[in-house]
């Protein structure tokens, strides 16, 4: 009985069983288009926040949707969709903290910000 359960787990090990596990690992093309989708999002929310913060978007603002359309051409349109979409994301994130970094730093030089608004509280 012994020699058969050690049998077994040896075969256990050598094939594991098929299952969700396989249906979830993507292929070397979805990790292609996947990683493209990141880096296009994140040269796109880069190149956007520079030049914002630069004052060159009114110059250089043409060529912030080239991401999206070379995903396009790459992939089509749903990447290009997506990458959009990942972008969108990430500009919050980078906006929403570069704000507040910007308004917290002006907020330390005034003593207005500090107090309420509320003049009942006060």
Avoid: W
Avoid at 44 to 70: E, M, S
Avoid at 72 to 99: D, E, F, K, P
């Amino acid at each position: 009985m012994r020699v058969n359960s050690l049998a077994d787990d040896e075969k256990a090990r050598q094939d594991p069983p098929l299952g969700d596990a396989a249906a979830t690992t993507p292929s070397l093309d979805e990790l292609q288009r996947m990683l493209e989708i990141a880096m296009l999002a994140a040269f796109a929310g880069l190149a956007y926040t520079l030049f914002t913060t630069v004052g060159l978007d009114k110059y250089i603002g043409y060529f912030l949707p080239l991401a999206p359309i070379v995903a396009a051409l790459r992939n089509g349109s749903l990447v290009a969709t997506q990458t959009v979409a990942a972008t969108v994301l990430l500009l919050l994130a980078l906006q929403v903290s570069l704000y507040s970094l910007l308004h917290h730093r002006d907020c330390s030089k005034s003593s207005q910000c500090h107090r309420s608004s509320n003049p009942t509280l006060e």
